[in-house]
């Protein structure tokens, strides 16, 4: 969707080496999450944000941190990458409160030596 | 324990003819929501159908449909008239209300091929 952009697109790290996923949304909304996918399975919850400094574990937090100090914003970093974290990663971004709507970024695929 | 189970790997269909993919979850909440998401070989996450957990009526988007069976805990997609570019990858979903936030809980996903 227009609205949740992710960078990068593709990126490939060497063990151990640290980065930070970018995902930006001109939506306007409260809650933003970080899901990866990893082949045969469907997408899992890293982390979420339920607005500007608040953010909370997902399923699988281990491995990453997340902050938020912008609406806009909601970066997922890898500190000391594994070669267990290669897998797509999703931003997805959706209103506050009960609502079906949840926009999707492109995904950024990640591989990790 | 929540959970999403989608039994078919991989299924495939001749063009025009219609077929359904199979979603069976587990909740034990009683208000919670179930998706549809296609993902095409070019990676996006397209959002196809929702029905609410206290929808009555099996929910309809254009070709999709959704049968719900609550009694059951299925929520079977059909897709009415495939056509070649419904080829692609299949995701049912569940939404559940924890800590403060609604969560998506996926099945592994089904691989839909449709034939000419």
């Known amino acids: 969707n227009a609205g949740v952009t992710q960078t990068p697109k593709f990126q490939v790290l060497k063990t151990g080496q640290s980065m930070t996923l970018q995902c930006a949304q001109d939506m306007n909304h409260e809650y933003m999450s970080w899901y990866r996918q990893d082949p045969g399975m469907g997408l899992r919850l890293i982390h979420y944000?339920?607005?500007?400094?608040?953010?909370d574990q997902g399923e699988v937090p281990n491995g990453y941190n997340v902050s938020r100090s912008t609406t806009e914003d909601f970066p997922l970093r890898l500190l000391s990458a594994a070669p267990s974290q290669t897998s797509v990663y999703f931003c997805?971004?959706?209103?506050?409160?009960?609502?079906?709507?949840?926009?999707f970024g492109p995904g950024t695929r990640l591989t990790v030596t | 324990a929540q959970k999403i189970t989608q039994t078919q790997p991989g299924m495939f269909v001749q063009e025009k003819e219609a077929v359904t993919l199979d979603c069976t979850y587990d909740t034990s909440d009683q208000s919670y929501g179930l998706f549809w998401y296609k993902q095409p070989s070019s990676g996006e996450m397209i959002f196809l159908i929702y029905q609410g957990s206290y929808d009555e009526q099996n929910a309809t988007e254009g070709r999709y449909s959704l049968n719900f069976q609550k009694a059951r805990k299925s929520a079977n997609l059909v897709i009415s008239a495939s056509q070649l570019g419904d080829s692609a990858m299949y995701f049912c979903?569940?939404?559940?209300?924890?800590?403060?936030?609604?969560?998506?809980?996926f099945g592994a996903g089904t691989r839909l091929a449709v034939h000419p």
């Open positions: 979903a569940m939404s559940i209300f924890s800590g403060g936030y609604n969560k998506l809980i």
């Open positions: 997805a971004v959706r209103p506050r409160g009960w609502s079906y709507e949840q926009y």
């Open positions: 944000s339920v607005g500007a400094g608040i953010t």
